[in-house]
């Protein structure tokens, strides 16, 4: 939302080639996640962060990366491995705190492979 | 693992009639939160039950939360076209929230 932004909001990625997704934060929300979404479904958790420096895989990070170097952001890499990079992919942070804390979503970024 | 599972994937309503889209885990969550998704949008956080039996209402919306704490709705009385969009359930494991597949609601005018 307000405190979360995504770019590019559509991306072009020829065959082969490596992008890379910016999502940038001014919540300071500890944990940072990065979902897929293909048209008509749910949304899939790609990688996460907890904390600078560490993240963790999600259910599906086959052909992706991502980095944590700064609590702010955390880009991600969609890579020539990924086969199906076409979706749209949301990036989301969440403070951490006794209870669950609930999700922010950015705008998100849809990619479409030419 | 842990799963949440949502129904119906869809529905499809006339402008007016009630909706309603159910949320079950195959385990018992601590709490639940239900995002809403517009077409072309992000999610948006609705709310949050954390308690067994808990009952929200937000308007038209009333938010269940099962005694078991395993199960959970969304009821909508009256649709509005306003109302159009994407309804996902989200429970908490230990450091990630799982989604359910999301019920996708279409107002018929």
């Known amino acids: 939302d307000g405190g979360i932004t995504q770019s590019p909001k559509y991306l072009f990625r020829k065959e082969g080639q490596n992008v890379t997704l910016s999502c940038e934060q001014n919540?300071?929300?500890?944990?940072m996640y990065w979902y897929r979404q293909d048209p008509g479904q749910g949304l899939r958790l790609i990688y996460y962060s907890q904390i600078v420096n560490d993240f963790q895989k999600g259910d599906i990070a086959e052909g992706y990366s991502v980095s944590r170097e700064k609590k702010e952001s955390f880009p991600l890499t969609v890579t020539s491995a990924q086969k199906n990079p076409t979706a749209f992919y949301l990036c989301?942070?969440?403070?951490?705190?006794?209870?669950?804390?609930?999700?922010?979503f950015g705008p998100g970024t849809r990619l479409l492979v030419l | 693992g842990q799963q949440v599972m949502q129904i119906p994937q869809y529905q499809h309503v006339q402008e007016g009639e009630d909706f309603t889209t159910y949320c079950n885990s195959s385990?018992?969550?601590?709490?639940i939160q239900w995002y809403k998704q517009r077409p072309g949008g992000h999610p948006v956080f609705l709310i949050q039950?954390?308690?067994?039996?808990e009952v929200k209402k937000q308007k038209r919306l009333t938010f269940q939360f099962g005694e078991a704490k395993k199960n959970s709705s969304l009821h909508i009385t009256a649709t509005q076209t306003t109302d159009v969009g994407t309804y996902f359930c989200?429970?908490?494991?230990?450091?990630?929230?799982?989604f359910g597949k999301g019920t996708r609601l279409h107002i018929l005018p």
């Open positions: 039950l954390v308690k067994s039996g």
């Open positions: 919540l300071n929300h500890d944990a």
């Open positions: 385990t018992t969550l601590s709490n």
């Open positions: 989200a429970g908490p494991p230990d450091d990630k929230i799982i």
């Open positions: 989301a942070t969440q403070r951490k705190g006794a209870y669950q804390e609930t999700q922010y």
